[in-house]
């Protein structure tokens, strides 16, 4: 493996530091594949406490494939059951409409789906198929980096208000 200031084409101050560096790396690495972090929180604590950016650790998650949705927010979505005017709708999946008495499950943005159309896509990533409305998931690293976008447009927002009040 490329050590670290290699990559990032510097030379090191102290080799005392850089080997430090490299240890690190590799075990947030190790600790990343296969989900091991979640077996030790505490450790994973302290690396996310870290400065991971300047690691290039961080994923993107702007350009990965959102992770799946939280088992029990899928155990909980509300089944309905179809009557009437709603067997014209079509599950979004696989387009067929739906049979009177067939039992649909209804996602938060009230998107209705049959349960083996939709489950087996919220067990590889979060949100509606039709308007990716996002759910839960059990993902801490992706969860804090959804909080931080929303904190990001917030304050983009707030600042375009003010730009609005101060120029209108
Ligand atoms: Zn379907
Ligand atoms: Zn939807």
Redesign the pocket.
Known sequence: MASYFDEHDCEPSDPDQEARTNMLLELARWMRGAGRWRQAPGVWSLFNSMDFEDLGLVVDWDHHLPPPAAKAVVENLPRTVIRGSQSELKCPVCLLEFEEEETAIE?P???FFHSNCILPWLSKTNS?P??R?ELPTDDDTYEEHRRDKARKQQQKHRLENLHGAMYT
Do not use: E, S
């Open positions: 996602m943005c009230h998107h509606c039709l308007c409305h």
